[in-house]
């Protein structure tokens, strides 16, 4: 199949180029298209045999359910069963914007987009096109992100047409997305709210509008009993093709720790890569390194990591070495992006022997 690629001004809304593409969703097609965050795969989430063709375009375990994108905020009820208080207080405070509710499924959403489950996960996105295209399919669509399955999450089209070219019939070019890591996805069909995904909506701003708010176990850790609520953050997702290690410790500390296993695997005639930050890349011996940005701006700190994380791809480095990030706002989702990228192995400073331990 030929992918064609269409590039959108931000302000084009109406777009001939999105009335082709709405006429894809409307006839069970999938489009690629950008969002705030990163961009989405969607297809009409009420079309099972459309659902149906996300999961093998991406090559996705279909336990994986998707999330549902709506235009207005009145259509959450055609997705949602039931709509508690705090979910109708949140959609006010962050819709349009990078928050996911997960609700009870209405019984017009197909398992095949739910992954089996009777719950669904709801966003409003805040970018034009996404909004324009939603609502000229005349569709709830259900859209992950669109990468091929286990590679880091498109923050240019140019990434979709990497991993998907061929697979799909369309990609609506809108530029760099803004943010650059997905939507929060907060859970609210127990007792508290649980943040299943950290994102740009942080648990305290989920707080100051609903009270407390729970942070799911699966996220912190990597062990691989306790299971993450979501199921996409069960699998090594994020994840560049080389082996990766997050460094943790103060700043001197880890410079020189990465220099020092950049030397040894030199020295083994392997090929080294490093994620640092502006404040300290001059500093490092890698073949490659690529800097995050300033650690004094987060936001960019999200917005580059995927582009970084494929970057190091194309180097074809055997192993990557990376900073962390302080799990402070934002922060916390970067950090969250690091340890999955890694598959949760992290070298810290152990204060007992004085020397490095490998903590999971
Ligand atoms: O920012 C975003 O959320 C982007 C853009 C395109 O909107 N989308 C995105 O989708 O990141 P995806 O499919 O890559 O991630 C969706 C996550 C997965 O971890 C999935 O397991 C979880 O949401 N999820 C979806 N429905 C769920 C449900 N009913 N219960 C628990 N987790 C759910
Ligand atoms: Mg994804």
Same mark, same amino acid.
């Given at each position: ?32 298209? !950008?969002? %705030? #965050?990163?961009? +989405? @795969?969607?297809?009409? $989430? ?9 999961? &093998? ?52 959403? !197909?398992? %095949? #987009?739910?992954? +089996? @489950?009777?719950?669904? $996960? ?9 909004? &324009? ?55 609210? #069909? ?17 707080? &100051? ?152």
């Amino acid at each position: 199949m030929e992918t064609k690629i269409y590039q959108i001004k931000k302000d084009a809304a109406d777009h001939a180029a999105i009335e082709e593409a709405a006429k894809v969703i409307r006839n069970g097609g999938l489009v690629a298209f !950008p969002t %705030e #965050t990163v961009y +989405g @795969l969607g297809a009409d $989430a009420q079309n099972p045999q459309a659902a149906e063709k996300i999961y &093998a375009a991406k090559g996705r375990p279909s336990d994986n359910p998707l999330i549902v994108h709506i235009a207005q905020k009145e259509d959450l009820s055609k997705a949602a069963g039931e709509i508690p208080k705090a979910a109708a207080l949140l959609a006010e405070a962050f819709w349009p914007g990078p928050l996911t509710m997960i609700l009870r499924k209405q019984t017009s959403i !197909p398992k %095949e #987009t739910t992954g +089996g @489950l009777d719950t669904v $996960a709801v966003r409003m996105p805040d970018h034009p096109t996404a909004l &324009a295209l939603i609502r000229r399919s005349g569709c709830l669509i259900a859209a992950p992100s669109a990468n091929a399955s286990g590679r880091p999450s498109p923050t240019l089209a140019r990434h979709v047409a990497e991993d998907l070219n061929g697979k799909i019939p369309m990609i609506l070019d809108g530029g760099e997305v803004g943010i650059g890591i997905e939507s929060t996805i907060v859970d609210l #069909t127990e007792k508290e709210p649980v943040i299943l995904r950290p994102g740009y909506i942080t648990g305290s701003m989920l707080e &100051a509008v609903i009270g407390p708010v729970k942070l799911d176990a699966g996220i912190l850790c990597a062990d691989a009993s306790v299971r993450p609520k979501a199921p996409g953050m069960k699998y090594r997702h994020y994840a560049p093709r080389a082996e990766m290690i997050v460094v943790e410790g103060r700043m001197e500390q880890v410079v020189e720790k990465i220099n020092a296993l950049a030397d040894a695997m030199r020295a083994q005639n392997r090929k080294t890569g490093i994620i640092g930050t502006d404040e300290t890349i001059s500093s490092y011996r890698g073949d490659v390194a690529f800097s995050l940005g300033s650690r004094a701006d987060a936001e960019e700190i999200a917005r580059r990591l995927y582009r970084i994380l494929r970057e190091l791809d194309e180097s074809g480095v055997d192993i990557i070495y990376s900073e962390s990030i302080a799990a402070q706002g934002i922060g916390q989702a970067v950090r969250n992006r690091l340890l999955k990228a890694a598959g949760y192995q992290t070298l810290a400073p152990d204060e007992n022997s004085g020397g490095w331990k490998i903590v999971s």
